[in-house]
């Protein structure tokens, strides 16, 4: 006697359909599936023909086209939001080839552009791409009408390391009002202290001594004849420092440069302003607090034995501001005396900002943290 085939449910139906479908999906490209015929080639020469086929410009992946077509249009034809947000993901485009066409698309564009903001998402985008081509196009911005897209063109500028517009820029901050404070006056004297132009610093001299230039300026300006090596400045510097009716962060600032320059001879000028805030009680002194770290850390910078284990102390201090202050300090010149006290802070310092630093400068220093992070 014949059975009777048994009739599959429609449930049973669709989990074989279900089954036929994954299997296929995860069948290797190539063999009998539907994307072609399986290569007679044998095992190795299959593997370098595969590979030679993806790294050719037609195997670039289907996905980084698309987003590239995509970014490409939004340039051309997008909203200015949709605009800024295509110049966002230019960075995000993996395949070289893909990339450096959006980047030279974005530099022709950018030179004809109005819109600020645009400009700026431009210029700022192409500066943390390290895109040197982008240069003469921020030099050409550095007359925009609109400040904020010179300020972004001089950062971008300072962040591409373009020594070739160190002369202009000197002459850009010449012309600032240095009675106030300004984002592109801050932007052109940090610029031009990261590019090492010793070129202006006899207007960082005249500006410092000028007492109607506004004191955030000057206390950049004194900080950049340090960053430059300015040696000539020496004994304006050793003046502001010594002055105690002068500014606290200024004289903190004269004495940073100073020791930045290496210049030892300033060495017993430190050590008696340090006696003198020694001197004062408490409360007096919490007000020369950031003066004494500042001159402590130019002790230990220029060699003096005595300064780490004060900097160390400071470590030490129930103000979290100033352990903090302290650990940017060590960082700067990398001292290894201090590495045991920094794992300490890093694991059990209570301030979740000072074990953060901490961790940081230890890093920084070539300190594998993670061990002691565990």
Do not use: C
Not at 156 to 179: P, V, W, Y
Not at 201 to 219: G, S, V, Y
Request: glycine share 8%.
């Amino acid at each position: 006697m014949m059975t009777k085939p048994r009739a599959i449910t429609p449930s049973k139906a669709l989990r074989a359909m279900t089954t036929a479908f994954l299997l296929l999906a995860m069948a290797p490209m190539g063999a009998g599936s539907a994307e072609g015929p399986a290569s007679n080639l044998p095992g190795d020469q299959q593997g370098a023909a595969h590979g030679a086929k993806e790294n050719s410009p037609s195997a670039q992946p289907e996905g980084e086209r698309k987003k590239a077509e995509w970014i490409e249009q939004t340039l051309d034809y997008g909203i200015q939001d949709e605009r800024i947000v295509a110049i966002n993901r230019i960075p995000l485009i993996k395949d070289a080839a893909l990339r450096s066409k959006l980047v030279r698309k974005l530099i022709g564009i950018l030179e004809k552009e109005d819109d600020a903001a645009v400009l700026l998402k431009g210029i700022t985008t192409l500066s943390e791409m390290k895109e040197k081509g982008g240069v003469p196009l921020m030099v050409a911005k550095l007359d925009h009408l609109s400040e904020d897209v010179r300020t972004g063109a001089v950062y971008g500028l300072k962040n591409l390391k373009a020594i070739s517009a160190k002369e202009r820029l000197a002459g850009m901050l010449g012309k600032q009002d240095m009675t106030r404070i300004a984002n592109l006056t801050d932007a052109l004297i940090d610029a031009l202290g990261e590019l090492g132009a010793k070129e202006a610093a006899p207007f960082a001299m005249e500006k410092i001594r000028d007492t109607t230039t506004h004191l955030t300026n000057r206390q950049n300006l004194t900080l950049f004849l340090g960053k430059v090596g300015a040696s000539n400045a020496k004994e304006l510097l050793l003046e502001i420092y010594r002055d105690d009716g002068e500014n606290a962060t200024l004289r903190s600032y004269a004495v940073n440069s100073l020791s930045k320059m290496g210049i030892r001879e300033t060495g017993p000028d430190i050590n008696r302003v340090i006696e003198l805030i020694d001197s004062y009680d408490a409360k007096k002194r919490a007000g020369y607090n950031n003066l004494y770290l500042y001159s402590v850390a130019a002790l230990a910078r220029l060699g003096d034995p005595e300064a780490v284990p004060k900097l160390i102390n400071a470590l030490r201090s129930n103000n979290a501001q100033t352990r903090l202050m302290a650990i940017g300090l060590i960082k700067d010149f990398r001292e290894k005396r201090t590495i045991d006290i920094l794992k300490y802070k890093m694991k059990y310092d209570q301030n979740a900002r000072v074990r953060a630093e901490a961790a940081k400068a230890l890093e920084e220093m070539g300190v594998d943290v993670k061990e002691d992070s565990r």
